[in-house]
């Protein structure tokens, strides 16, 4: 699995932006996208996810209400809206595949810990400025 994440950039606080991350393959071979950050020098967070079989999103606490995650399943591509932006946002945005089915995500219990994906994008820069 292959995965690319684009769309980061520069915006003011309480600006949009719209991240995608492009899969090579889907369906069978992925349980579970989700969304990843970190900001310089702190732990990577999850902050959403969504599932391949029937679409049930997650969320972190930090993000609930501000980001919305969805899927163009012809595209194989998952999105991460981002509204409401707070300087706090600011981090490199994974995304991440859960191929093995075992992701917290994958079973109904949030987004999980980064050990429960195998597979990552490169990631893309999001700052947000005061």
């Known amino acids: 699995v292959q995965l690319q994440a684009s769309g980061g950039g520069l915006v003011q606080a309480g600006g949009s932006l719209r991240l995608s991350c492009a899969a090579s393959t889907f369906r069978s071979d992925i349980y579970a996208i989700g969304w990843f950050r970190q900001a310089p020098g702190k732990e990577r967070e999850g902050v959403s996810c969504i599932t391949s079989n029937d679409g049930s999103t997650y969320y972190s606490d930090s993000v609930k209400g501000r980001f919305t995650v969805s899927r163009d399943i012809a595209k194989n591509t998952v999105y991460l809206q981002m509204n409401s932006l707070k300087p706090e946002d600011t981090a490199v945005y994974y995304c991440?595949?859960?191929?093995?089915?075992?992701?917290?995500?994958?079973?109904?219990?949030?987004?999980?810990?980064?050990?429960?994906?195998?597979?990552w994008g490169q990631g893309t820069q999001v700052t947000v400025s005061s």
């Open positions: 991440a595949s859960d191929s093995r089915g075992l992701s917290q995500c994958f079973i109904h219990r949030g987004v999980g810990p980064r050990d429960d994906y195998d597979y």
